[in-house]
């Protein structure tokens, strides 16, 4: 028998569903309000996607994605973050064709080979949202906002937003020569990783976590010092419509982001309950993405919101989520004749939109009684020979302990009307 799930995954139980959907909800509305719509691309994408669109010196690419090849000899890789593909079916499906800005969302599992730990997951939900075809720092701001009302809907305090710039290739470039000259005299100081990143990727020196690259970087050059003018200018706008929303932030100049396809704003929002891996969202803008995929230069800019830490952080914070639909009714079935007249009963209480159930196991009354409890059904209607015989039934308020005699051909009304349901 195969019992254990892999390393770093999670089964959703019907115990933790309701928080699923009460999020899910969460995210359609606030979406809707926003002006975004769905979008939902495959499970599985052409592994040069994610090499092209994430970047080949990313650790996303280098050691953390799940690549196959399947029958016919293609290399394809689990969604390993969900804006390339997004980025993909825009540009496949013609959505740039039409008047833009397209404001999509997803939720989606992605699947990522990383140390699994609290909080992280070799397969995770996200909630992103992804805006093409507006430069504006106006969207970047949207963007924040948008997720900013998310978490508030859950009375979230205790965020903090850190904001940097990465610039445009162009001022990068010189930023990354900056960078290569502050870090190359203490090289032997940086953990390996970083060693090797000083030549591939020395953005990344920025965000390394270990204590030896930490406090070499603390007098790193700040790139916000390096921005050209037009870079400058939108992360200049970008504060002014923050402020202007009363929207409290940090700058944070280390903040540089895991995938090579920033440009200009990027942004993390933290929960510091988390622990080490804090951040419950991340994103930024991506100007160049499109076009590495093929398409006409066209701006974008998004996030991720990691699901599995948005629980946490509010479960951390004590939050209430609305409890499961509960049960209107449970008709307790003695006996196989009573139980062919509640299986004609359940459809009728269910057409008129009534959560009903039965007994299909042949529990006697007493544990059924026990059982309609755990169900936490607001009715138990008891169905046996008698009733049968008699046409009647006794239907029990769970809640106040109350007792009526009530019809069987009018139970499915009674119930209706007292648990105030519409009729489907
Ligand atoms: P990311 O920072 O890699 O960005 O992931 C976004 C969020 O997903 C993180 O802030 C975190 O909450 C969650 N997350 C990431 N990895 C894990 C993991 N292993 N286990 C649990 N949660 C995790 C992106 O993926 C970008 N595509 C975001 C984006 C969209 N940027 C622009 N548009």
Redesign the pocket.
């Known amino acids: 028998m195969i019992t254990t799930r892999p390393r770093g995954t999670n089964d959703i139980l019907p115990s933790e569903s309701h928080k699923w959907q009460h999020i899910t909800q969460q995210i359609h509305d606030i979406c809707a309000l926003y002006g975004f719509r769905q979008i939902s691309t495959p499970a599985f994408e052409h592994t040069e996607l994610f090499h092209r669109g994430v970047g080949e010196g990313t650790d996303?690419v280098q050691k953390e994605t799940y690549t196959f090849e399947d029958r016919g000899g293609r290399s394809l890789t689990l969604r390993a973050?969900?804006?390339a593909p997004t980025a993909r079916a825009y540009l496949e499906n013609g959505l740039h064709a039409a008047a833009q800005p397209t404001k999509l969302y997803y939720i989606e599992p992605?699947f990522?080979f990383?140390r699994p730990q609290a909080?992280?997951?070799?397969q995770?939900h996200?909630f992103?949202?992804?805006v093409f075809g507006a430069a504006d720092p106006a969207v970047d701001v949207e963007v924040i906002a948008l997720a900013l009302d998310f978490l508030g809907r859950f009375g979230l305090d205790g965020l903090t937003v850190r904001l940097n710039s990465v610039g445009c290739p162009t001022c990068r470039e010189s930023y990354r020569a900056r960078l290569v000259e502050h870090f190359l005299p203490c090289v032997e100081q940086l953990c390996p990783d970083c060693r090797s990143r000083i030549e591939r990727n020395p953005l990344r020196l920025l965000d390394c976590k270990e204590e030896g690259c930490r406090r070499l970087k603390e007098r790193a050059p700040h790139m916000l010092d390096s921005l050209c003018g037009p870079c400058r200018e939108h992360f200049v706008r970008l504060r002014g419509h923050l402020d202007a929303l009363g929207i409290r932030y940090e700058v944070d100049h280390h903040i540089v982001?895991?995938?090579d396809y920033?440009t200009r704003t990027v942004f993390?929002i933290i929960y510091p309950g988390l622990g080490a891996?804090d951040?419950?969202?991340?994103?930024?803008r991506?100007d160049g993405l499109i076009e590495t995929l093929g398409g006409e230069p066209t701006p974008g800019?998004?996030?991720?919101?990691?699901l599995?830490?948005l629980i946490l952080t509010l479960e951390d914070h004590g939050y209430e989520f609305p409890g499961p639909r509960r049960l209107d009714v449970f008709l307790a079935a003695v006996g196989q004749e009573a139980l062919a007249r509640c299986v004609v009963l359940l459809a009728e209480l269910r057409r008129r939109g009534v959560a009903a159930d039965t007994e299909y196991t042949g529990r006697g009354l007493r544990k059924q009684m026990k059982h309609a409890d755990r169900l936490g059904a607001r009715f138990v209607a008891i169905v046996g020979e008698e009733e049968l015989a008699t046409g009647r039934c006794v239907v029990r308020d769970m809640g106040t302990g109350t007792q009526e005699d009530i019809a069987l051909e009018e139970l499915a009304g009674y119930i209706q009307e007292r648990c105030g349901r519409a009729g489907l």
């Open positions: 996303i973050e969900g804006t992605i990522r990383e909080g992280r997951y070799r995770h996200q992103g949202v992804e982001r895991g995938l920033y993390e891996q951040a419950v969202c991340g994103g930024g991506y800019v998004g996030f991720g919101m990691g599995e830490r």
